[in-house]
Every structure is written in C-alpha cells, then in structure tokens.
C-alpha cells in the first residue's frame, strides 16, 4: 500500500483528500504545520507528498519541497489555486511530479498520483541502472571514454582519469582532441582514427600507440577500440574508446629483453673465452709438443731420418695452426677491427676464388673486444652462408662507423631463399640464427632481405656506446 503525506492548509481540503485516498486503497497521513510535516516525512517515510504552494502562515510549500528534497527524494504533486508564471517557474526548480489546480474532481487527483508513482518507480529504476551500470564501467581497469555526435566528453571512468590527467568534471563537455594527447611510439602527436561514418563497426587501433599525460608522463596503450552507438529512435550517434594500459606490459617484455640480451652477452663472452682457452692449449700444449717432435726427428743423422714422417709432423702443425685460428684468430686479439675484416675478406676470397668487394668508412680507433669479435664473426657466417648456399660470384662487405653505432652491410648476387620470418626458429638455418643472436646480444639487431633472383642482403647495426 502506497503511503501519501498530505500538507495542505484548509481542513475541509484535507478530510476530503483522505477520504478519496483511503477508498482508493492508500495509506494517509495529514501534516498540521511545518515541523509536524518535517517530522512526519522522516518517520511515516511516504512514497508521494501532495503540497499546497500556499500553506499555513509564513510557510511556502516550494521552500518546504527544497528543504525535504536536500534529504529524500520523494516524489511531490503541487495543489495550487495559483497559475501564474512565476511561481509556476519558482516550482520547476524543485523537480515536481505533477500540479493539480484548484478546484479539483476525485479522477483527476487519483490519476496524478498513480501517474506520478509509476514514474518515481521508473526513475528510481533507471537510478538503479545507472549506478549498476557505472560502478561496472567505474570498476573496469580499461579506459572507457563515452563521446556525443561532437565528438565531447560525455563519461569517462577513473581509469580514464588516470590515463589522461583530467578529472572528469573539468574533461565533461570538452572535444576528446583536448583530453587525449595521442602520440606514436616516436612521440609523434597524431590523430584519433576516427571514420565519417560513425554507424559503422567496431574499428581497431593501431598497435604501439602512446598516451601523453597531462603532467608530461607517458602510457603505452594496446588492444585500443572505437566502437560506434546509434539509436535509431533518436538517430543520435555516439562513439565508445576503450584502451588499455599495457605499460606494465611493456616495461616487463623491456626487461625481459635486457635479461635476454644479457645473458646472450655473457654467453658470448663465455664462448669466445672457451675459444681462446682452447687455442691457447692446442698451441701451447699439442703445438709445442709437434714441435719438439719434429726437432727430434729432423735432429737424425740423414741415413736414419724419415722424410715422409717429417711431412706428416709438418702437415699436423699446419692444421693445428689453422683449427687454432678457426676458434679464434690472433688477429683479433692485436689488431684493429677494420684489419681483421680486410684479413678475412682477403682470405676467403682466395681460398675460394670469389671476388669479394671490402668497403670501410669512419670505424672507431678503438672497440671493445666482445664488440669487435662479435661483428667479426657475423660477417664470417654471413660469408660462410654465401660460398656455401648462395651460389653467387660476387659479395659486398660494408662495415661503416656513425657516432654511436657501426653499420654491417653484406650483399651477394646469388641464390637467395624464400623469406617466411620463421627462419629464426628453423633449426636449418642455425647459422642465421647465431648471427641474429650475436647481433641481439651486444644491442643491435640484424636484418635479412632475400630474393631468389636477385641474392641476399644481410643488414646489420650494433651499437658503440
């Protein structure tokens, strides 16, 4: 049963009020002045207040609404004799249900108050819908932003303020381009994608895109969507942005990536140690040992010496010389890095009767040894790969120094190969694989560009500082 609260000064008005209420099966209180009207709005708690403009002496009935509506929302039907403009504009502000003028029959007051009642029931559920369905978007750790037909801030969620920089009070009603500073990963500003026609689908954003905050600080953004609204019935169009802040994301993949590239540079330099341990004792130990070998034999009288036996003694140390270069050559370790690499391309070229073509410009002077042995053994894969695989009569090495960084360049007019970027996992190309790995683990990255007509170009650049 629906409880009315009734505040009207002439008694008559009031029986007869109470009357046709209490047959129409609801429940009535009558308020006497204004702190019993106060008083019984807290304690009898009705659903519908029926207040006469006019009440008791030196008592309004708007000002007792405005001073009931500062605690309860209660739904609230004017009685009034009074029809001008002003006070009716003076009621207006008080959000009411309804005005019934005086006089009055039984129908019409019964039908403004169910009227009234079924419209509180529906404002209170939309109420409800509302704030479940903003403590969701509240709640969602993607920044939710709700554009007009403008393009002008409707909503935005905490998250979104925390995206941005701007609260949502001071971003309410301004053009998103003011509110979003979008950047590209080179902090470029650029613009928000949006299309012309906003009834058409979900469009997706660009991957590495960067939000610049307010306060200058930057958010990585990925998984990044414009989602259009139309309603049909009032033909409105509004948009939806959603991103997400994969910050964290990126920072922990950036040190994933340092831990990678340092654990491949210990590796490397682990390596190269094991290299130079084993030809140092392949020549200290085995190659000494050769050669007293050979000084004993060759130390006979001539009748007893054999020639064949000196030969093979003589060959032994030869090819111990050259697997002891093939683990690390000597060069490496007293020479600088453009003498090693015109040393290699200079042998290889005769050792295999391919011209190859040795350009060098700006190297350092000086250069770290794990730098200098890593690009020494890039260009000597690349090298190995393009006598072996590529069939080509003609390779071009470039090795050129830039202020911070040391640019590899080698190209060969051969057979190149089918490129379907999984070559860094096909265990057949191990040899591209170590080279890109070498490249990773001192801070640079390397490049391959294939053709089958054309040959191969292997780019490198590996940073000096």
């Known amino acids: ?97 309804g005005f019934i003028n005086k006089p009055f029959s039984d129908d019409e007051l019964i039908n403004q108050i169910e009227f009234a009642l ?90 590495g895109l960067i939000i610049n905050k307010k306060n200058g600080s930057n958010r990585h953004i990925g998984d990044s969507r414009i989602i259009p609204i139309h309603n049909p019935e009032t033909n409105e169009d509004r948009r939806l942005i959603i991103f997400r802040d994969i910050s964290e994301r990126i920072e ?34 085995l190659g000494q040992l050769l050669s007293v070998i050979k000084f004993k034999v060759e130390s006979q009288k001539d009748s007893s010496k054999d020639e064949e036996l000196v030969s093979i003694i003589n060959q032994a140390i030869q090819d111990l010389t050259s697997i002891s270069e093939d683990i690390l050559p000597s060069i490496l370790m007293n020479f600088n890095l453009n003498t090693c690499v015109e040393g290699l391309c200079e042998e290889v070229s005769q050792q295999d009767d391919k011209k190859i073509n040795y350009k060098a410009r700006d190297l350092p002077k000086e250069l770290e040894v794990t730098k200098k042995i890593n690009i020494y053994r890039i260009i000597q894969a690349a090298l190995s790969n393009a006598i072996e695989h590529a069939d080509c009569d003609n390779i071009e090495v470039q090795l050129y120094g830039y202020d911070k960084y040391i640019r590899i360049t080698i190209e060969d007019d051969g057979k190149g190969f089918e490129m379907n970027g999984d070559y860094q996992l096909d265990k057949s190309k191990i040899g591209i694989r170590n080279m890109i790995s070498r490249a990773e683990s001192q801070g640079g990255f390397l490049r391959i560009e294939s053709d089958k007509k054309l040959g191969t170009v292997i780019t490198s650049q590996i940073p000096v500082v």
């Open 1 to 97: 049963m629906n409880k009315i609260l009734v505040a009207e000064d002439s008694k008559v008005l009031c029986i007869h009020i109470k009357s046709v209420l209490e047959r129409n099966e609801f429940q009535v209180e009558v308020a006497n002045d204004k702190e019993d009207c106060l008083s019984k709005v807290s304690q009898f708690e009705p659903d519908l207040i029926l207040m006469d403009i006019m009440l008791w002496k030196g008592v309004n009935g708007i000002d007792l609404t405005k001073t009931i509506k500062e605690k309860d929302d209660i739904p609230v039907i004017y009685l009034t004799a009074l029809s001008d403009k002003a006070t009716i504009e003076s009621a207006k502000h008080t959000a009411p249900h």
């Open 118 to 207: 079924s419209r509180q029931g529906l404002e209170k559920e939309l109420r409800e819908n509302y704030i479940s369905l903003k403590t969701t978007l509240d709640s969602i750790n993607d920044s939710i932003f709700l554009l007009d037909e403008s393009d002008k801030v409707v909503y935005m969620n905490p998250t979104a303020e925390l995206m941005t920089g701007h609260r949502f009070s001071q971003a309410l009603h301004k053009p998103i381009s003011e509110i979003i500073d979008l950047r590209s990963e080179d902090m470029k500003p650029i613009a928000l994608p949006f299309g012309s026609d906003a009834k058409k689908g979900e469009s997706k954003m660009a991957e």
């Open 252 to 285: 922990k993949e950036k040190m994933e990536k340092e831990y990678t590239l340092k654990m491949q540079s210990l590796l490397a330099e682990e390596q190269e140690m094991e290299r130079a341990r084993q030809a140092s004792d392949l020549h200290e130990g």
